[in-house]
Structures are given as C-alpha cells and as structure tokens.
C-alpha cells in the first residue's frame, strides 16, 4: 500500500542529513561541551558551528541570544512566565494580550497566569482567521506587559501580520513574544526586519529531531529564568546540553532555510493542486485566503463528512492527515479554530487538515487527491445530515 505523510504540521520527517550529522555524537563524540579535555572541546567546536548556524538562519545579531530548549512549548512556556515574574508579579504591568486562535501552549499558559491575577486579552479572528491590528491597538494600556501573537497559525496556515503588530506593541511600551513554530522553515524569518523581543521555535516542525527547539531573545533582555542549577547557556537555561539533537536542528534549519524559495515553489504548487482539486467538490471549503497562508497548509471543511470518519478512511489508505491540532485530537472535541472563526458546530466537526512538506512528491498528491474524492463519496452516501441537506445533496458526491 502507497505510503502518504500529509501532516506536517504535527511533526515532520527528519532530515536524512540532519539525522547522519548527528549519529556521531551519540557515539565517539559524547564528551560534555563543558569539559575541558578533548572530548569536551570537541563537542564544543561542534555546538559553537551549530549554533552559528541558528544565528544566521534567523538573521539574529551578536548581541541577541538564542537559548536552546527542549520544545516550543518550554520556550513558550519560559517567555510567559518569565514577562509574568520580571513584569507583573514586581506590579510594574498586569496586563497579556495575545490571539483566541494560539497553540495551546501559548493558551493554557495564559490562562495560568490569569488565575495569578494577570488581565488577558485575546484578539478574534476573522471568517480567515486573521487578526484585526486596530483591535490591537484599542486593546494596549499602559500596563501591557506583553503581546504573543504567533507567526503563522498551526491549523489554518494564516500568517499574521507581526512586524506591524510589533510595532504598536512597543509604541505601547510592551515586549513582543512571536510562537514561530509553524513559520520557522517554511517562511522567511528574519528577526531583525520584524523586530520581535522573543521567539519561539521547535525543531521538529522543520525536519529535525524532536524534544529540541529553542528560544530567541532580542538584545539578551533579562527574562528570569525557567530552569535554575548549572552555568549552561550562560545561565539562561540550566541542563547539560544535547549536543547531537543540537546539531541536528542546525542542520535541518540550514536545509530548510536552503529550500525556502522550493517550499515557496514545489510545496506552494502541490498544495494548491490539491486545493483546487478540494475546491471543485461542490461544498468544500477551504479557511483563509491562500495568499496569506504557509505554502504547505490547508484547512477545508467538507460538509457532511466527519472529520474523524474522513482520517479513518483516509489512514486505510495509507494517508497521514489530520482534523486539526494533534494535540487536542484524543479530546475528540470541536476543532477551536473552527469556533474561533466563526464556524457553526456542524462545520466545525468537519474539518480536514492537509500539510505538506518538501519531501512529498507529485505522484503522493494525485494519490491522495483521488482517495480523498473516494472518502467523500462514501461518507456523504452514508451521512444522514448530507442527505437530507439539499443544497448539499445535489451535488452527487
Ligand atoms: N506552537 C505551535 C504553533 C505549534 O504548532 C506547536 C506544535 O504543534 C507548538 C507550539 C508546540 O510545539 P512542541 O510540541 O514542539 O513544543
């Protein structure tokens, strides 16, 4: 049976070269990076190139620091509570604004800190899940703290417009957190252009390994640390580092920096041979306007076929999708972006999510498209809500 990964956005394959380079540091190259002996300096000149080359693929400059982390999700995590303990526990600030459509690690730790008394603002989105930039400025006060928009959405592939969001965050006298996970390889970033304080990445979502990811601070702005013990990455970040994952991430990022202009041109067109091929389904609808969204994601909802029923005949077929966040799958709830756009119930039970990634091929997508066509065939001749819908119904599929 054919063999297709449409999920990208959950985690991603790793690079071949990413996953070589770091073999060898598993095994002769172990030494501790803080050592002083040969196997220590060796592992050292290795994580110096490594992280040379994180600075470059982001274009971060001398004075900048990137911590390396072990996920996203601790960056993300570390940001926050850190704005929370130098910013708002001191009284200084009380106020977060971020987005309603935000990966939950953003979320869930925003509702942390609103139980420890923090004022949260969450921005809605439109019927494209996008954000309103007038609705940021209405919603800064002096006691703005921070703002955390993310990059590029997970589920609907929106970029949001950061740089001119940061902007009015620091005409407000606020920092700026961007979660970066999902535009971190796939799109340009440049962190002096845009001007974020922090940034959140994780290496898995640009095919390196998983459990390592990082965090990039602007003019190495005091943020109190997560992790207190050892004098690791300067402090910042206490924990021997894993120096083959390190590698490996440096490596994936400088491939997928390598291959952006092809994930702008390869992915871009086979994922919109596949969305046009969605959209010539009578109702089909696809979230957002492509101009605006990651060239791998697509987001559609295809009315009168469950979103799980779709993944279970779709995984039959050998094809890897998803109905939103992998995270928030084993809930088996509404997809929140959905709701978060405005998406009636029944829509948002519908949600389909395809993301595609440099390593798929032409003949992967032509498979998928029919097989996709053939599952929402057969879940619609056997949705009781498709047919006695008629303006859904008469379409045949
Ligand atoms: N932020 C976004 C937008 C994501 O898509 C994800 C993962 O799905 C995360 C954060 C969390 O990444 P990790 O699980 O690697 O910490």
Redesign the pocket.
Known sequence: MKKVYLDN??TTMMDPEAYEEMLPFFKEKYGNPNSLHDYGTQTHKALRNAVDTLYRCINAGDMDDIIVTS????S?NWTLKGVYFDKIYTGEKDHIITTSVE?P??SATCAFLESLDTKVTRLGVDGDGQIDLNELKNAMTDKTALVSI?WA??ETGTIFPIKEAVQIAHEGGALFHT?A??AVGKLKVDVKDVGVDFM?F?A??FHGP?GI?GLYIKDSIKLTSLLHGGEHMGGRRSGTLNVPYIVAMAKALDNATKFIEMENVHVRRLRDKLEDALLSIPDVAVIGDRKYRTPNTILASIKGVEGEAMLWDLNKAGIAASTG???ASEALENNPIMEAIGADVELAHTALRLSLSRFNTEEEIDYAIDEIKKAITRLRSISSTFAYTPSWHKSGL
């Open positions: 956005n959950a996920c996203a999700t601790e993300i990966h690690a953003v993310m959405n997970n979660d996970t999902q959140s994780s898995h979502k998983k990811g966040s992998a995270c």
